[in-house]
């Protein structure tokens, strides 16, 4: 990428190609279908996106995959994003899978990353507690050695996609403390003696969960990378998730822009329509700032992260920038709306409660906002 | 400043080396100095002096062809030597010459070029801004000076206002209303005119950031009919428009880009944070501090990348989102971001901010003087003009 921030012709094809996909495959009614509903989610959609190579995309070929780089896979998750496509792309390749990849054995890697490239299984990551902070002090389910293995207590929650998965990935502390030494990632089977699995209503209409562990055993061999050490990794891995991510809020909000525009165009109020109204048109400019400015801080993230150069604050930068795009926009486009989108026959509703789970998801605006400072040397 | 991969070559890191070792020679200490918002003479003697050893170099002229005194270098190049010298925070050039420059190597005659972009390079020649009307700010097109053919010369009258530093100036590029029959816009012509040509009377008017913009009168000047800049009566899309929201090309925009000034701004405040405390913490501990430092780390960063994106664009010639209207979205951003950012920086220096010299000031008063200098960001149109033309021209909102 040049200093122009502007993806490359292959990069950009990824892009229409699977906005082309999703248009098809994935209309507002898939999306509809899948809120609060079972199964978790549409597995022939996954199998065809697996089919793509899209689960596969951060992955080398021997695991299944096509070790794709960042900025391949920013202009997958923005169709994601403006397609609202309910399944846990980004929760089980961006996060849980790349945690395995990052930390784990030839062999755990082997075990679980071609089943999630071929579409075959997923697995979910189970890091954030009833707290609700984003740090390491908020990772407080206690991992006892037991024998050569260990059991894990207390509860998890916002964990996606669950039920159906393999596997989860759960960060819990293996030293008592509130630093970032001490906390060990393991693979837990979510229907593990112990484990108790909770739906939890939510407003995006995603299949969330809270997860109990009571004395649930895991074996040594399910421990992923060091023990004591794996804050590092979680952290780093979080934050490249961010990216992706906050491409998904770009997509959506690229979406709320064309929508809000071809309403103010057509909508006819007081005999002419509100789109030359310049309050009207000063919201719709104020969904296209936002949505701009996330996708170049997007972009730099990706092609820091590419371009092995530090990327940790423009990471943050960029996933703050998503986290309060993802509610500036959508208030923008129901002022324009008013009535009609309140009404959930209207799609944009959909993209309204969406928003809101992507703005907390891997880190909300004040969370990020402070990392930005800490990466600046704060 | 974080570059994109302007550096990705050894000769490019090679370029930045040589542009910091300048301005280390140059600029000894640390040296902030914003030409329309200071009068004081010897700062102007010392900033002129600095501008003339750039253009003595000819990096004023880096990207220009060599027939016309430039370097002929690739833009690339300009756009690190900017992050330099914004990284350095050097005042932007004087006024609006490079603007000029902009426009005489788009649209000039060769005869003009050869005439007018020596003294541009050389900084020895200021170029006044001829624009903006009582009656005609942000509706430019209202504009009402006239300017009518005379046999070989062109006849201005009318009364031009907010020329920034104009009293510095040497020459003016003046927008005039030459055909009074044609709808608003395709009667506009630009002339190129002398500042110290008879019928020319300049009074000043003082900003509140203590610096001077200007009321100018046009009695009867009388300019050679070379003077016309451009075509007859294009002068609105030719230059105008050129300043605001045509793409931009190796011949502009000006060197330390007006917009990037809030880069080593909010680098000062966030220096300033770290080593001053406030009931026993740091600022920079203070979480509310924190929120706000990286809310405006967050608009530096952001408006930083559109300005990359728009003079990668210049290069790449690929479409940019927005069309015509993207480098609108850009000033609509920052012209919005500055009063906020020093307001946001005033309420974190706190109330001994309001102190502008002498031992208590912060900051040197910096802060206080941006405050105030922040409400200049009409200059070039209002942020709502601009978001009009984004709504209008980039989201296709009926008009």
């Known amino acids: 990428m040049g200093i ?54 951060p992955f080398p070929e021997r695991y299944g995959g096509l070790e794709l780089a960042m900025l391949d896979m920013v202009p997958l998750y923005v169709e994601l994003g403006r397609h609202l496509v309910p399944c846990p792309v980004l929760d089980t390749v961006a996060l849980a899978g790349s945690l395995v990849y990052a930390l784990g054995s030839d062999e755990q890697k082997k075990t679980l990353l071609p089943g999630i490239a071929r579409g075959d299984s997923t697995i979910a990551s189970a890091i954030m507690e009833p707290d609700g902070g984003y740090g390491p002090e908020a990772i407080q ?58 739906r939890t209503p939510n407003i995006a209409g995603y299949p969330l969960y809270a997860i109990g562990f009571e004395n649930v055993s895991v074996a040594e061999d399910a421990v ?24 998904m809020v770009v997509g959506a909000g690229e979406r709320l822009l064309a ?68 509610g500036a926009m959508t ?27 992507w703005e907390y998801n891997l880190g909300d605006l004040r969370y990020h906002l402070d990392r930005a400072c800490a990466e600046s040397g704060l | 400043m974080v570059d994109l991969c302007a550096d990705d070559t050894p000769e490019l890191r090679a370029w930045r080396r040589e542009v910091r070792d300048f301005l280390q020679e140059a600029l000894p200490e640390p040296w902030t100095f914003w030409y329309d918002y200071d009068e004081n003479p010897e700062s102007w003697e010392r900033y002129l002096a600095f501008w003339r050893k750039v253009g003595k170099k000819r990096w004023t002229a880096l990207t220009w062809p060599a027939e016309y005194y430039g370097l002929g270098r690739p833009a690339i190049e300009k756009w690190i030597l900017e992050e330099e010298f914004v990284n350095h925070d050097v005042p932007t050039y004087p006024v609006i010459g490079m603007h000029v420059s902009g426009y005489l190597l788009r649209h000039g005659t060769h005869e003009q070029r050869l005439k007018h972009l020596k003294g541009i390079a050389d900084a020895t020649v200021l170029w006044g801004e001829g624009y903006s009307e009582p009656g005609a700010g942000s509706d430019l097109a209202g504009l009402t000076t006239k300017a009518h053919r005379d046999g070989d010369e062109w006849v201005i009258n009318g009364q031009k206002t907010l020329g920034t530093a104009a009293h510095f100036c040497q020459w003016m590029s003046v927008l005039a209303r030459t055909d009074p029959d044609a709808p608003r816009h395709a009667g ?78 909010l680098n000062r405040v966030i ?113 709502q003009l601009k978001r009009m033309v984004l709504a209008t021209r980039g989201l296709d909102l009926p008009r």
């Not at chain 1, 507002?28 to 597995?43: C, D, I, Q």
């Not at chain 1, 804050?231 to 991510?245: D, E, F, I, N, R």
């Open chain 1, 331 to 357: 208030f923008a486009a129901h002022e324009v709306h008013a009535g009609v989108a309140f009404v959930t026959d209207y799609d944009l509703q959909l993209y309204t409660r969406r928003a809101k789970h």
């Open chain 1, 224 to 247: 992923l990378g060091e023990v004591d050490a794996a804050w590092p990794a979680l952290y780093g891995t979080s934050m490249k998730a961010a990216v992706l991510q906050s491409a």
């Open chain 2, 188 to 265: 506009i012509s630009c002339f190129l005119v002398p500042l110290d040509a008879p019928g020319v009377e300049m009074l000043p008017l003082d900003n509140m950031a203590d610096g001077r913009q200007n009321m100018t009168y046009f009695d009867d000047v009388r300019v050679p009919a070379d003077s016309l800049l451009g075509d007859e009566n294009q002068a609105w899309t030719q230059i105008w428009f050129g300043m605001g929201g045509d793409r931009l090309d190796n011949a502009g925009p000006s060197l330390g880009p007006h917009s990037m000034r809030i880069v080593p701004l």
């Open chain 1, 141 to 198: 389910v206690r991992a006892t050695r037991n024998g050569s293995g260990f059991l894990l207590n207390g509860t998890k929650v916002l964990v996606a996609c669950a039920h159906s998965a393999g596997r989860l990935v759960c960060a819990a502390r293996t030293a008592t403390g509130v630093d970032e030494h001490g906390i060990s990632l393991f693979l837990v089977d979510p229907r593990a003696p112990g484990a108790t699995i909770e």
């Open chain 2, 271 to 383: 220096r300033y944070c770290t080593r001053t405390s406030r009931g026993g913490r740091r600022l920079a501990d203070d979480p509310v501090v924190r929120q706000q430092l990286g809310e405006l780390m967050m608009g530096v960063e952001a408006i930083r990348l559109q300005a990359c994106e728009m003079h990668g664009i210049a290069q790449s010639g690929r479409p940019s989102r927005f069309g015509e209207a993207s480098m609108h979205m850009h000033q609509a951003v920052f012209k919005e971001f500055w009063p906020h950012l020093a307001q946001v920086c005033m309420e974190i220096v706190g109330p001994m901010a309001q102190i502008q010299g002498g031992r208590w000031a912060q900051l040197n008063g910096d802060i206080e003087h941006y405050f105030r200098a922040s409400f200049g960001n009409h200059a070039g149109g209002t942020s």
């Open chain 1, 4 to 57: 122009d921030l502007q993806l490359s012709e292959e990069q950009e094809l990824i892009g229409t190609t699977a906005n082309e996909f999703f248009e098809k495959q994935c209309p507002p009614k898939l999306v509809r279908e899948y809120e609060s509903g079972s199964p978790e989610f549409p597995e022939a959609l996954w199998r065809e996106m697996a089919g793509l190579g899209w689960l596969g995309m």
């Open chain 1, 259 to 326: 929508m809000t525009t071809d309403y103010a165009r057509e909508r006819e109020q007081f005999g002419k329509p509100i789109g030359k109204y310049q309050a009207v048109q000063y919201l719709c400019t104020d969904i296209a700032i936002h949505c701009h400015q996330t996708r170049l801080l997007t972009l730099q993230a990706a092609w820091r992260i590419d371009s092995g150069r530090p990327f940790l604050r423009e990471s943050a930068l960029a996933k703050a920038s998503a986290s309060r795009a993802a």
